[in-house]
């Protein structure tokens, strides 16, 4: 297979279709579509890791059209009535295969290869400084999952001519991996199926923890998998006889019976914290992951600042440390609050973007009054704890009325909420110096305990109901 044919191949085939598709597709929904995966710490472009697992992400959708497509192109001897002719050549027939598995394959690999040059080149113009070597089998697995669909979609019309072939392979392989897909609300993804068999799947969930990533098994097995299934297309897009076709399956189930035994039997297995980017780097008292470093410049300065703060109106009872939250938690799940730690998720709304004065009193909101739940783009802990914790900072640095930590909503319950806090921050004002700090030591001693009741009214001099 020579250059000049591999290229007329390309040029007058469909072989080029399934590279299009993931190039075209992949970059219309990152760059034409304000998703999740432009927020956060776990974006798209925001680290290595996330950029590989955003990828393998959309897989969901792409895999099916590239098997699709690919059984669309196994059809082609078939709709021109030229297989019985192509029989009765000398050329063997698994070099006659060669030429549209390999040109399907290589234009498979460049398209889904130039989706990851164009993440991870801004990944490298982006501030963060950590680059893990862990998001290249990431990818290489993806890239395998590509090239594997396009060559069994291509051998399973080869023998199983039907015009019907590629919609029902396209339907088989979007139900098959919604099926296996992992849930992201888990402390670690997990699906309804064993794992095993849900890891024979390349699919991963959306990615909301840029700390997880996938284990060496997890690679290893879906790598011998889907080395088996590449094998199968190709066994069958080159067999001639119904013997051949019977013994093409052999590489599938072969790559199944190696891979079950190497993936991890349990989800928490599967996904694992890579401790590198987790490791914490400090300067003086303040602290973040390694993945975030180029955040701690601006965050000790502002930091030391709260602290300052913090140990002005609370004394020995003052928090020491601020540090990034690196525990891991399900959605929804409470977090866990130290009253010697100011806790920072650069997730949270208070300092997805916050710089200099903002960042300085986002660290006093939560070293005065924390909420026990997560306030991000996708949990949110509602606007009566950020208004709360509006007032308690708003409290501590004297100022003459409530300054919003953000926004105020312009939604019913906001307004409301709204309404409540400034008539608590009036009675809380209105009050006696010692009694304010009552109040303040109160709303404090709530927060850290996550009991429930509203902290409005303790501001007001009320018992929480």
């Not at 085939?13 to 190039?23: E, K």
């Not at 890791?49 to 955003?54: F, I, K, Q, R």
């Not at 997890?218 to 897009?237: I, K």
């Not at 998720?345 to 916050?354: H, M, P, V």
Request: hydrophobic share 50%; net charge neutral.
């Amino acid at each position: 297979m020579n250059a000049r044919v591999l290229r007329t191949e390309l040029r007058r085939s469909a072989a080029a279709w399934p590279g299009i598709t993931v190039l075209a597709g992949s970059l219309a929904v990152f760059l034409l579509i304000d998703g999740i995966w432009w927020n956060g710490t776990a974006g798209w472009t925001a680290q290595w890791t996330t950029m590989a697992m955003w990828t393998r992400y959309l897989l969901a959708f792409w895999l099916p059209l590239v098997v699709g497509t690919g059984a669309v192109y196994g059809l082609r001897e078939s709709r021109s009535r030229m297989t019985e002719l192509l029989v009765t050549t000398p050329l063997p027939a698994w070099r006659r295969a060669a030429l549209p598995a390999g040109a399907t394959a290589l234009a498979t690999a460049a398209g889904f290869g130039l989706l990851v040059l164009v993440g991870g080149v801004q990944v490298a113009l982006g501030p963060t400084d950590y680059a893990p070597p862990g998001w290249l089998p990431i990818s290489l697995v993806a890239l395998l999952a590509l090239v594997a669909g396009a060559v069994f979609g291509m051998g399973v019309a080869r023998t199983l001519p039907h015009v019907l072939t590629p919609p029902a392979l396209m339907v088989g392989v979007l139900a098959l991996t919604n099926l296996l897909r992992p849930r992201t609300e888990d402390l670690v993804p997990s699906g309804s199926a064993p794992n095993r068999l849900t890891l024979l799947s390349p699919v991963v969930p959306d990615p909301r923890e840029m700390l997880l990533t996938l284990s060496g098994p997890v690679h290893l097995g879906q790598t011998l998998w889907l080395l088996g299934l590449l094998g199968t297309g190709f066994a069958l897009l080159s067999a001639t006889t119904r013997r051949a076709r019977l013994l093409a399956v052999v590489p599938a189930l072969a790559g199944a019976a190696l891979a079950l035994p190497v993936l991890p039997a349990e989800a928490r297995d599967s996904y694992v914290v890579d401790k590198a980017a987790a490791a914490l780097v400090c300067e003086g008292p303040v602290c973040v992951t390694r993945a975030n470093r180029d955040r701690l410049d601006e965050l000790a300065a502002r930091g030391t600042e709260a602290l300052s703060v913090l140990r002005g109106l609370l004394g020995d009872r003052a928090p020491h440390t601020v540090r990034e939250d690196n525990g891991l938690r399900a959605l929804g799940d409470v977090r866990e609050l130290s009253d010697d730690v100011v806790l920072v998720d650069f997730d949270e709304r208070l300092f997805t973007d916050a710089e200099g004065e903002a960042l300085t009193r986002a660290l006093i909101s939560q070293g005065l009054a924390p909420s026990c739940h997560a306030n991000n783009d996708r949990e949110g802990a509602g606007s009566s704890d950020v208004a709360v914790q509006s007032i308690a900072v708003s409290w501590a640095l004297h100022d003459p009325q409530l300054r919003p930590l953000v926004a105020k909503g312009t939604g019913a319950y906001e307004q409301r909420t709204w309404a409540d806090a400034d008539t608590a921050w009036q009675k809380l004002t209105a009050a006696p110096p010692d009694e304010q700090r009552s109040r303040i030591g109160e709303l404090r001693a709530h927060a850290f305990s996550c009991a429930p009741g509203d902290p409005l009214l303790l501001l007001q001099g009320k018992a929480s109901r």
